[in-house]
């Protein structure tokens, strides 16, 4: 369902994303993993269009992502790092924009809406402009505006950041409940506890370049140690001063 | 006292880099015009800088210091009134104000309009200082309009509504309608019909510098959605013109509304351009900043042609409008380009 080769990206003398090459099949749920910095938000753009790579071939859902952009963006649905809500529409407009663009027609696109807004929590502020909405609420938005359009393809750039546990566990369980239904999930977080629960494949990239590629069950240790040991050590420096007598 | 100095010199530095307020000056159609047509209209001149310049600079200084963060600083009672006091001199315009008023005592300002550029600024510190927040009541009453892109018009509606330039073309739309009303009421005075088809160029003049930066008030976040949306170029571009033109055909629609129709569609066809090869932020509550002064020369002497040639020849309205469409394609598959960068 998406498989990329060699894909390439740099900015300027700066290379970002070195080489990438995967496939996730349909149906899978496949956590991107790596540090601040590591090259998994670029990748994720240009999986969704939102970046020209440098090289390399991207496709999703079988169409080439340059050279089919509309198609592609009608058939995926992307929680983008930075939301993409605007300031000038409440929770429950940015869903009905959806539905509207999406071509989900007006009936459905209400009782969808009504029922994201249900599970995720979101009733009390449905007609809060998303400029006053905390984080956690944006995000949900963000996240509702993925699934309202029934996409192929999830493309979640930390969707569970800034999220309270409830939540969190009804997002998890609802991307169970779509993976089993066929639809492939690609998600990136940092936070592993949560990940080991819900992903079946995991890539775990370190400067731009894939440092592993498998399932859950080939992974040799836990999640946490094996991206210790394979992307980067905690390194604990002593604060002496914290704690001491204060100058 | 070293930690109100220490707060003093950091805001000092955090407003030296916001020359926004300045750039609004420079970029803003209305005041290009102004100064241009204007210019030998003595105080009216005054009353111009003080609206276009004076009101969005006049924002207090502390303001940049989250209010949140305010309160956990450990300063004292005695701390917080010397950052009050102390705060305002940092704007460049208090001591500006302070020259003109020593400058002109006597000179050629007089002592009432010296007050009402002083009254400005108060006007402008003091509300910065309120929690202000939109009239979100208001804007929810956007109404809803047919079609798919409905939401976006409507945003598009609310971000227009949050600019000055809407208000002061507001202002000047109504003064000219009073103008009419009175007129019926008083038959004998004589008022050229031209009058009119001036006021209509004047109201979609104050508006025009928006279509030179229509997703300015789009954030991050709206740019990055409309990369996202599957909707060709030209569909994002005409929900954005959709709100302008509603704008400008509601406020000009009782004075000479087939030349405002031709000027705003003058005014996006050249403003669409500078809006998806050169975005440009723009900050709510102030007036919109053109691209530069060039391009709102271009706007405002072609939006003045197509206007004074519609009054003697309503017909020319339709190539205005063949314009905007073609500008509105083009641009439309120049934004599908830009995005894909």
């Known amino acids: 369902m998406i498989s990329c080769r060699n894909l390439t990206r740099r900015f300027g003398d700066f290379t970002a994303v070195n080489g990438l090459t995967l496939d996730v099949p349909a149906g899978a749920i496949c956590a991107f993993l790596g540090p601040n910095g590591a090259g998994k938000s670029t990748t994720v753009k240009m999986l969704t269009g939102l970046l020209a790579p440098t090289s390399g071939d991207v496709e999703v859902c079988g169409l080439d992502v340059t050279a089919n952009p509309l198609e592609i963006k009608r058939r995926i649905g992307v929680l983008p790092e930075d939301l993409g809500l605007f300031d000038d529409l409440t929770v429950e407009e940015h869903l009905l924009l959806t539905g509207a663009v999406y071509g989900v027609d007006r009936k459905q696109t209400r009782a969808r809406t009504s029922q994201l807004l249900h599970a995720l929590s979101l009733e009390h502020g449905r007609n809060t402009f998303a400029v006053s909405c905390s984080h956690g609420m944006r995000k949900k938005t963000a996240f509702a505006m993925a699934l309202l359009p029934n996409p192929q393809v999830l493309f979640l750039d930390e969707p569970f950041e800034a999220i309270d546990p409830v939540t969190a566990k009804i997002i998890r369980e609802l991307l169970a409940s779509v993976a089993r239904r066929g639809v492939t999930v690609f998600l990136t977080s940092h936070i592993l506890s949560m990940v080991e629960r819900i992903a079946t494949r995991i890539v775990m990239i370190r400067k731009g370049c894939m440092v592993w590629n498998s399932t859950v069950a080939e992974l040799p240790q836990s999640l946490e140690d094996h991206y210790f040991d394979l992307v980067e050590s905690p390194v604990v420096e002593e604060l002496e001063w914290l704690g001491s007598a204060r100058s | ?341």
């Open chain 2, 1 to 341: 006292m070293a930690r109100v100095s220490a707060i003093l010199k950091a805001l000092s530095v955090a407003y030296r880099r916001d020359w926004t307020a300045f750039q609004s000056l420079a970029g803003n159609n209305f005041f290009l015009a102004t100064v241009f047509f204007l210019g030998k209209a003595g105080s009216f001149i005054y009353l111009i800088l003080g609206l276009v310049l004076l009101f969005p600079l006049s924002t207090d200084p502390l303001r940049k210091i989250p209010a949140s963060r305010l309160a956990l600083w450990p300063l004292e009672p005695r701390e917080h009134r010397m950052l009050r006091v102390l705060s305002p001199w940092i704007n460049p315009l208090t001591w500006v104000i302070a020259g003109l008023a020593i400058w002109t005592v006597g000179r050629t300002m007089t002592f009432g309009l010296w007050g009402l550029v002083a009254g400005i600024f108060a006007a402008g510190f003091l509300l910065s200082d309120l929690p202000f927040a939109p009239a979100q009541g208001l804007w929810r009453r956007v109404p809803n309009l047919p079609g798919p892109l409905n939401q976006l018009v409507r945003k598009n509606l609310r971000e227009i509504l949050s600019t000055l330039d809407f208000y002061c073309a507001l202002i000047l739309s109504l003064s000219a309608i009073g103008f009419r009303v009175a007129r019926v009421a008083m038959p004998t005075v004589a008022i050229p019909t031209e009058a009119y088809m001036g006021m209509t160029l004047l109201v979609v003049l104050a508006l025009s510098s928006y279509a030179q930066c229509l997703f300015g008030l789009d954030g991050e976040g709206g740019l990055s959605r409309y990369r996202l949306l599957p909707l060709r170029g030209w569909r994002l571009l005409a929900a954005k013109d959709a709100a302008f033109l509603l704008v400008a055909l509601a406020l000009t629609l009782p004075l000479a509304p087939l030349v405002g129709a031709g000027a705003a569609c003058v005014a996006l066809a050249i403003g669409h351009s500078p809006s998806v090869h050169r975005p440009r932020r723009q900050t709510r509550w102030r007036f919109s900043t053109g691209a530069s002064i060039m391009n709102g020369i271009v706007q405002i002497v072609s939006m003045a042609m197509a206007a004074s040639t519609i009054f003697t020849n309503p017909l020319v309205v339709l190539p205005c409008v063949a314009g905007w469409l073609v500008s509105l394609w083009w641009y439309g598959r120049e934004l599908e380009k830009a995005q894909e960068k």
